[in-house]
């Protein structure tokens, strides 16, 4: 399942979906991360029935941001593995989800992106190791790099391994973009495999050397 997270915007994902319907023919679910609006509730119903895939909508009662409707999705939608994504991107390779699943035979986890795992300041980082103790910390397998965007393809089976106390919706800015570390510890403690699709997230920010996907910095109401 491709599961995007949207709020209170339809023009990313209208352009990713209508990208999606000259290739795919897996299932999309929209999480809707608690908009203020019905603005992309009203495009879903005005859409659903017009791709060649099954398309799906769902509503946080919360914001959650990505990760919250990640999580949404992994407990309401059991499927054999996810394709989590921001809706502001760009698919430039057709192959994308072959690539993906064949990664995905030989890793746990296919990120978009990476970045050097550094805190943006102490409030972040206690609140990333606040749902650890040193003996789950001591586990760590390798040295983790952050996962941009908290964008990432998985197996359930890898998912359903990680204690649900670890797996906290963000309730701000902050925590959101400390997810963006918080997988990548969890991912090393337990021992799941990591590999990037795109080169570290200053260059792939550029989106002109990218092999899969583009992505585009939004200032969202």
């Not at 996810?82 to 064949?102: A, W």
């Not at 902050?174 to 200053?202: A, N």
């Amino acid at each position: 399942m491709i599961v995007f997270a949207v709020h209170n915007m339809i023009e990313k994902i209208e352009f990713v979906l209508e990208q999606l319907n000259k290739f795919n023919k897996i299932d999309v679910l929209i999480v809707d991360t608690n908009s203020p609006t019905d603005i992309v509730k009203n495009f879903f119903e005005e859409k659903k029935d017009s791709y060649n895939f099954k398309l799906l909508y769902d509503k946080l009662d919360v914001t959650g941001y990505e990760t919250g409707a990640f999580l949404h999705a992994f407990k309401n939608y059991k499927t054999d593995r996810y394709y989590f994504f921001q809706d502001s991107i760009e698919f430039i390779n057709t192959d994308i989800f072959n690539k993906i699943d064949s990664l995905l035979e030989n890793y746990n986890v296919v990120s978009i992106s990476p970045f050097p795992l550094i805190f943006d300041n102490s409030e972040q980082l206690n609140w990333v190791m606040s749902s650890f103790n040193q003996d789950e910390l001591s586990k760590l397998k390798y040295k983790p790099f952050g996962i941009f965007g908290s964008m990432f393809s998985i197996k359930r089976k890898d998912l359903e391994n990680i204690p649900s106390k670890w797996l906290n919706y963000p309730t701000n800015k902050l925590e959101t973009c400390g997810m963006e570390r918080k997988w990548p510890i969890i991912f090393s403690i337990i021992g799941l495999s990591v590999v990037y699709l795109e080169q570290d997230h200053m260059v792939f920010l550029q989106n002109s050397n990218n092999k899969y996907i583009n992505k585009f910095l939004l200032r969202r109401q």
